[in-house]
């Protein structure tokens, strides 16, 4: 799963800084964070926090002002662009808040986008999709088009999308926001299962302190700061 | 590119109006072209129909048959020229007609021509007093063995056959022998009647390099005629260029329309899909694989729009009474019309390169609903 045993992810003295003006705005500041495979740390934090910056930082989507970024082994903090969206389509899940499904495609299909915008392998990621379809519980959703699917179901097509990559590690933005809390709960559980049963670190963005048990570990981020909890 | 093609599939609704814009558009294009091709074709085609690879005229002439002539001796000289294998001697006069049965003041414009070496289609010339008829005259009234008074001297020529394609200047022609056409030409236009043996011009036929031939014939007389290959010829019928281009003109206007007409329906599809190229983009999309989905839409549509509009062309060629419109469908008007659109489709979709290219993959990340 990951190189030589590394951490699924090393952030050290991660800084993130955006230009306004003739101000700057520090976004993330020294932020140091190890999350070992297998583990899932929840970020907390209210809005505003850098929990978006931070999740993108360590998702490959952002480039740090400063600092060292290392998901599974691999130090991504000098990729070009262009590198790093061959990365994250390659070692990196994500499972947004808003748009996150191909609306004109079918579960199946959304799934395999994966393979379609990357070097194409034809077979075996089909049957990769219909696997991950099965053990998600969607195995006769395959065909139906996301509009016709619960919010629940939504979530179950997003987190095997994530997962059609074999990642090392997988960010869920907000996962449970749109969902109530019996379901935000189902979600929560679901996610923990497939990641403790696959051995897949994950970050749980969420402002929602009641899903924070689902990890193993919380972090909170406020002004850009982190504040770890010990691991429980 | 498969993701593009099934939206395409799955949603044909929203493209629905740029595929219904665009075949407006190609019915114009082709509408525009076989109009181009009808004027240019009832034009030119006695030039054409010629069996020459020259045309010699007058010095100073400008091309024009009217104030063109040759005598005798300068097509003694062009014959002697290395090179040229055939010469014939070629006049035209052009008046009005009246038709039988037609009434009075129903006259046809006719171009007369008297020639020596058969243009393809016909015999060599008739009998004095007889020619073949255009085509077009059938769709006019006239049959063969009907006898035409031409001009202000009511000249009377039977018409002994039919022959396609020999149109000159949006006239229909008759052809006849070189002395048939001095008898109309001096008893309708004695101000510019030929002596014997002499023609407007010369069609020639050559061996070898035609341009170097017609640089010899021109050396070889002196400078006292201008000669110029067939197609050269029939551009400088009256009107040819003109209509060529201002046609082409408004052709490139169209295709400007069409480009505008993609970039502005591409560019809100872009818009629209912000979000989603955002998502795509964050979980390994590259902006490439995205743009060239694009285009490949673009393209799409003005296939679609192009086969439309080839089908229309088809049915307008298949419905118009002849005579009435002078379109022509040429199957390479309508493969250069769809490689037109086409080209501007893609045109048109390059212009929201830079709107996929600025997305952000970030803005899919921290976004609430």
């Known amino acids: 799963m990951t190189?030589?045993?590394?951490?699924?992810?090393r952030m050290d003295s991660v800084r993130k800084v955006y230009p306004t003006g003739d101000e700057e705005v520090v976004a993330l500041d020294h932020a140091t964070l190890t999350i070992d495979h297998e583990e899932?740390?929840?970020?907390?934090?209210?809005?505003?926090?850098?929990k978006?910056?931070?999740?993108?930082?360590?998702?490959?989507?952002?480039?740090?002002?400063?600092?060292?970024?290392?998901?599974?082994?691999?130090?991504?903090?000098?990729?070009?662009?262009?590198?790093?969206t061959d990365f994250r389509r390659e070692h990196v899940g994500f499972v947004f808040q808003t748009v996150n499904l191909v609306p004109f495609l079918t579960a199946r299909e959304n799934l395999l986008v994966v393979d379609e915008i990357g070097r194409r392998t034809g077979a075996p990621a089909r049957k990769r999709a219909d696997q991950l379809l099965e053990e998600l519980g969607?195995?006769?959703?395959?065909?139906?088009?996301?509009?016709?699917?619960?919010?629940?179901?939504?979530?179950?097509?997003?987190?095997?999308?994530?997962?059609?990559?074999?990642p090392d590690l997988v960010l869920f933005d907000e996962p449970t926001s749109a969902l109530d809390t019996q379901l935000g709960e189902q979600v929560m559980e679901l996610i923990r299962d497939e990641m403790n049963s696959r051995g897949i670190a994950a970050v749980v963005v969420t402002h929602d302190e009641r899903m924070t048990h689902y990890a193993d570990r919380t972090v909170h981020i406020t002004d850009g700061v982190l504040e770890g909890s010990p691991p429980r | 590119m498969r993701l593009a093609l099934r939206e395409m599939r799955r949603q044909p609704g929203r493209f629905a109006?740029?595929?219904?814009?665009?075949?407006?558009?190609?019915?114009?294009?082709?509408?525009?072209?076989?109009?181009?091709?009808g004027l240019i074709q009832r034009s030119t085609g006695a030039i054409r129909a010629q069996p020459a690879d020259l045309v010699v005229f007058s010095a100073a002439s400008e091309h024009s048959f009217l104030r063109s002539r040759i005598s005798p001796e300068i097509r003694a000289r062009v014959a002697a020229v290395p090179g040229v294998t055939r010469v014939?001697?070629?006049?035209?006069?052009?008046?009005?007609?009246?038709?039988p049965g037609n009434g009075p003041r129903d006259l046809v414009d006719v171009a007369l021509f008297g020639y020596e070496e058969a243009p393809s289609g016909l015999p060599s010339p008739p009998a004095a007093g007889r020619a073949y008829a255009d085509r077009v005259f059938e769709d006019q009234g006239v049959k063969k063995g009907d006898t035409l008074s031409l001009g202000p001297a009511r000249t009377p020529v039977r018409v002994i056959g039919f022959v396609e394609d020999v149109s000159y200047s949006g006239a229909g022609t008759l052809w006849a022998s070189p002395q048939t056409w001095r008898d109309v030409q001096d008893a309708n236009r004695p101000g510019s009647s030929v002596g014997a043996g002499v023609f407007q011009a010369l069609v020639v036929r050559t061996s070898g390099d035609a341009s170097a031939v017609a640089r010899r014939i021109d050396r070889a007389t002196g400078g006292a005629t201008v000669t110029v290959s067939r197609a050269d010829a029939a551009d400088a019928i009256g009107g040819v260029r003109q209509q060529r281009s201002v046609f082409n003109q408004i052709i490139g206007v169209t295709l400007v329309i069409a480009i505008v007409v993609v970039a502005l329906f591409f560019a809100l599809l872009?818009?629209?899909?912000?979000?989603?190229?955002?998502?795509l983009k964050a979980i390994g999309a590259r902006s490439r694989t995205l743009f060239g989905g694009v285009v490949v839409q673009a393209v799409v549509v003005a296939l679609m729009a192009a086969t439309i509009g080839s089908g229309f062309a088809l049915l307008l060629d298949r419905t118009l009474p002849p005579g009435t419109i002078p379109?022509?469908?040429?199957?390479?008007?309508?493969?250069?019309?769809?490689?037109a659109l086409v080209l501007a489709a893609v045109v048109g979709s390059a212009f929201s390169l830079r709107r996929v290219l600025r997305v952000d993959p970030a803005s899919a990340i921290g976004r609430s609903s």
């Open chain 2, 327 to 339: 379109y022509q469908l040429l199957p390479n008007r309508l493969i250069v019309s769809s490689i």
């Open chain 2, 17 to 37: 109006t740029a595929v219904a814009l665009l075949t407006l558009i190609a019915m114009l294009l082709m509408l525009l072209g076989g109009l181009l091709d």
């Open chain 1, 3 to 9: 190189k030589d045993g590394a951490p699924a992810l």
């Open chain 2, 270 to 279: 872009t818009v629209e899909r912000i979000g989603l190229y955002g998502m």
């Open chain 1, 138 to 166: 969607l195995a006769g959703r395959g065909r139906h088009l996301p509009a016709t699917l619960s919010g629940g179901q939504r979530q179950r097509v997003a987190i095997g999308r994530a997962l059609m990559n074999d």
């Open chain 2, 88 to 99: 014939g001697g070629i006049g035209v006069s052009q008046l009005a007609a009246r038709v």
């Open chain 1, 52 to 84: 978006t910056t931070l999740c993108s930082i360590a998702g490959g989507i952002l480039s740090p002002t400063a600092g060292t970024v290392v998901v599974a082994g691999a130090d991504i903090t000098g990729y070009s662009a262009r590198r790093l």
């Open chain 1, 40 to 50: 899932i740390v929840a970020l907390v934090g209210p809005s505003g926090s850098g």
